[in-house]
């Protein structure tokens, strides 16, 4: 029997339990793959006399993923009336910020001068 004709006797449900399978499958079969590459890229540049350095996505393959290196920010903006509400001015503008500059505020009223 054919695979396809095997999946359309499978549920929905089934159905979803064997695409997280596959994508498990694939990406674990990927890794091995470029694992492989990168052993083979070590090899030959030592054959040579060179060491290298391998990155993915800026970083070096084997190096440790850094979190921030100076810990959280301190505030920048406060709230008028909820102090509780603070915005580092990092990241994307929280809602109170943006909806009180679409008032016609400025993000400078909020500025904590401490």
Request: no cysteine.
């Amino acid at each position: 029997m054919k695979l396809e004709k095997q999946l359309e006797t499978l549920s929905a449900e089934e159905l979803a339990r064997v695409i997280e399978e596959a994508q498990r499958t694939l990406e674990a079969k990927q890794k091995e793959k470029r694992q492989e590459v990168i052993r083979e890229i070590k090899r030959l540049a030592a054959s040579a006399g060179l060491d290298v350095i391998i990155r993915v996505k800026g970083r070096a393959v084997g190096e440790e993923r850094g979190g921030r290196r100076g810990g959280k920010l301190p505030p920048k903006y406060r709230h008028p009336t909820d102090p509780t509400l603070v915005w580092t001015g990092r990241g994307q503008m929280p809602r109170w910020m943006r909806e009180l500059v679409e008032q016609g505020h400025k993000k400078e009223d909020f500025l904590i001068n401490d």
